[in-house]
T-cell receptor, first 111, second 113 residues
Framework: SQQGEEDPQALSIQEGENATMNCSYK?????LQWYRQNSGRGLVHLILIRSNEREKHSGRLRVTLDTSKKSSSLLITASRAADSASYFC???????????FGAGTRLAVHP | GAGVSQTPSNKVTEKGKYVELRCDPISGHTALYWYRQSLGQGPEFLIYFQGTGAADDSGLPNDRFFAVRPEGSVSTLKIQRTERGDSAVYLCASSANRGETQYFGPGTRLLVL
């Protein structure tokens, strides 16, 4: 079963706008990661945030983590058409680093 | 350098047949993971190898699924007596070691008719 729940399921915006995706999870975690997937195939790792961190930045990406609410958000600033993809959060619990994914948010950025 | 590769990229088979899916991890990566992704869903964990041994196979859905990694590099996921419900994209990932970033292959799309 999947632990993460992404919201919204789908997001449609114009180029240049910001996109915010949210993720909620159920159990305590070691870290939370965000991945991007194009065309239903390989996933690309975007960013990892550890349970003792609250915010992390990478280029146009900003991730926040609120462990008290068991939630995270991914913000993509100044979006581009090339950002169109599915975005998944994945949590890591325990010692083996297996990823537990949510169902994902489908982002469409229109030129 | 070369990423994770998976073969075949697509596999069509008939219900009841046996299939093997191959994963070549990034050279030197000791940890290898298999996931399965159904349409419209996120990937679901199947099995994790550390070296040659399966450290966690709790995600394998039943005993028709089996995976090996005999030399600690290439891994093969084997599905016996395939069922239509096995149709999905099977993803492989590797990491330099346990707890490090996982790098995914392009996946094998399996269709069971």
């Amino acid at each position: 079963s999947q632990q993460g729940e992404e919201d919204p399921q789908a997001l449609s915006i114009q180029e240049g706008e910001n996109a915010t995706m949210n993720c909620s999870y159920k159990t305590s975690i070691n870290n939370l990661q965000w991945y991007r997937q194009n065309s239903g195939r390989g996933l690309v790792h975007l960013i990892l945030i550890r349970s003792n961190e609250r915010e992390k930045h990478s280029g146009r990406l900003r991730v926040t983590l609120d462990t008290s609410k068991k939630s995270s958000s991914l913000l993509i600033t100044a979006s581009r058409a090339a950002d169109s993809a599915s975005y998944f959060c994945a949590t890591v619990s325990g010692g083996y680093n297996k990823l537990i994914f949510g169902a994902g948010t489908r982002l469409a950025v229109h030129p | 350098g070369a990423g994770v590769s998976q073969t075949p990229s697509n596999k069509v088979t008939e219900k009841g047949k046996y299939v093997e899916l191959r994963c070549d991890p990034i050279s030197g990566h000791t940890a290898l993971y298999w996931y399965r992704q159904s349409l419209g869903q996120g990937p679901e964990f199947l099995i994790y190898f550390q070296g040659t041994g399966a450290a966690d196979d709790s995600g394998l859905p039943n005993d028709r699924f089996f995976a090996v990694r005999p030399e600690g590099s290439v891994s093969t996921l084997k599905i016996q007596r395939t069922e239509r419900g096995d149709s999905a994209v099977y993803l492989c990932a590797s990491s330099a070691n346990r707890g490090e970033t996982q790098y995914f292959g392009p996946g094998t799309r399996l269709l069971v008719l």
